[in-house]
């Protein structure tokens, strides 16, 4: 690679020029908190009902965050006058929580992962799409202004050709952390592994050998994971989850040209290096922050895609996370792991 090398400024748009929408909240657990704050601090979305399988949970989240109607059911809020549900009920939830939503005619934003495995994943983009109606995957980190800047890198083949992705997330949670329980498809695949695996098959596809280990909790659910794929062209990628404790949360993507390593944790607002051969290095800075700092991200793309027409988002299309799913299922069916509720019902 020879001349002056740069990088490409993010293209994402400040958050409060998005389209506003009325937005319901499906389930008030912690995620929706830090969404429901990162939306009504830096765009001019309108979180306008919360709904819980209890109207006392739902009355105190709306309490808190100023929302104006609170539901003792999800069928209440999705048969409300709002326009997106962002559904952030419990990971097995999702598939019905999401299909409940549509069926009423709402667009969907789907708090990460979509579903618990492919099949929920397709089939809400088959519902989505056979209503005319948006559906994403709250996978956050991609709607990014850094992950803007990763894209246009990698489209540019500034990188070379790409060999090797290198991604891991572990973290510390108490003992009561619902991580722990069976009944809530716990363990660190959902919760954290998405991310490593997001961002690897995003890069790379998907892989066309997977060998897994794996390692169980005490409490019945998968404590720790590794994974090695290879992909067409030779390419590699390892992941590695845990929750056991926090680790760097790092990534690192390797081309013939150069490597990318994003600062730790590579999912939340913060910078990455290129490296080159020679020693030159490009440095991209963005704040380092956490959800509250970004989330409001993926609502002002959400809502503009909406206001667009549009029926998906190029940040996270319901191809890729069907795609994260697939390699997911993949991991557990080598290591035996099995979540509740695997079968969904016909879409």
Do not use: C
């Amino acid at each position: 690679m020879t001349g002056k090398r740069s990088l490409p400024e993010s293209r994402v748009p400040e958050s409060r020029d998005a389209p506003p929408l009325r937005w319901g909240i499906m389930g008030p657990g912690w995620i929706a908190e830090r969404f429901t704050e990162s939306v009504q601090a830096h765009t001019s979305q309108v979180i306008a009902a919360v709904g819980s399988r209890s109207l006392d949970r739902s009355e105190a989240f709306a309490g808190r965050h100023g929302v104006p109607a609170a539901f003792g059911s999800y069928e209440e809020l999705a048969a409300s006058d709002v326009d997106v549900i962002y559904v952030a009920t419990p990971h097995n939830f999702h598939y019905e929580a999401a299909l409940m939503a549509l069926d009423a005619g709402k667009h969907v934003l789907v708090e990460k992962p979509i579903g618990i495995n492919r099949e929920q994943a397709a089939g809400i983009a088959r519902r989505a799409a056979g209503t005319g109606l948006f559906a994403a995957e709250a996978m956050w980190t991609f709607f990014l202004p850094k992950f803007d800047v990763i894209r246009q890198v990698l489209d540019s083949a500034m990188l070379g050709d790409l060999t090797t992705v290198f991604a891991e997330y572990g973290e510390y949670f108490d003992r009561n952390h619902r991580i722990f329980d069976p009944a809530l498809a716990g363990g660190p695949l959902l919760d954290l592994g998405t991310y490593p695996l997001a961002l690897i098959t995003s890069v790379l596809g998907e892989p066309d050998r997977l060998l897994a280990l794996g390692e169980p909790h005490e409490s019945g659910v998968n404590a720790q994971l590794s994974a090695v794929m290879s992909f067409a062209g030779g390419r590699q990628a390892m992941m590695n989850t845990q929750l056991y404790n926090f680790t760097p949360t790092s990534a690192t993507i390797v081309g013939t040209e150069a490597s990318l390593t994003i600062d730790g944790p590579f999912n939340m607002p913060g910078g990455f290096t290129i490296r080159f051969p020679d020693g030159t290095q490009l440095a991209y800075e963005e704040p380092v922050g956490t959800q509250v700092d970004g989330l409001h991200y993926e609502a002002a793309a959400v809502a503009g895609a909406i206001a667009a027409g549009q029926l998906e988002v190029p940040q996270r299309p319901p191809a890729e996370s069907i795609r994260t799913m697939a390699v997911a299922d993949a991991i557990r069916n080598q290591l035996g792991i099995e979540f509740p509720g695997e079968r969904p019902r016909k879409p």
